[in-house]
């Protein structure tokens, strides 16, 4: 059974950073790409960042210089660290996973306000 498990979400103060987790399980992990999507109130789910399972990433224009995508194979684990937050961030975050067909987390809310 394939289980992808965010964390690491919350309230945070614009300017601030949050460090999201993805721990997967039932697939292995080194030949999937992984990606975070994200979806505002009323908005459609948009991809943030993606890694592929060779390292390379790409960044959605509105994150670039601001998040960055990494990963540790021996982990099982995706991580999206988030600096320079704005009230804009805010969504629910989620984890996928690519490799042949897709897989999704259950989502984590992050909040950026004052």
């Known amino acids: 059974q394939v289980q992808l498990v965010e964390s690491g979400g919350g309230l945070v103060p614009p300017g601030g950073s949050l460090r999201l987790s993805c721990a997967a399980s039932?697939?292995?992990?080194?030949?999937?790409?992984m990606g975070w999507y994200r979806q505002a109130p009323g908005k459609q789910r948009e991809l943030v960042a993606r890694i592929i399972s060779g390292g390379n990433s790409n960044y959605a224009d509105s994150v670039k210089g601001r998040f960055s995508i990494s990963r540790d194979n021996a982990k099982n684990t995706a991580y999206l660290q988030m600096d320079s937050l704005k009230p804009e961030d805010t969504a629910v975050y989620y984890c996928n996973a690519e490799f042949l067909r897709a897989y999704w987390g259950q989502g984590t809310q992050v909040t950026v306000s004052s």
């Open positions: 039932g697939i292995i992990f080194s030949r999937y790409s």
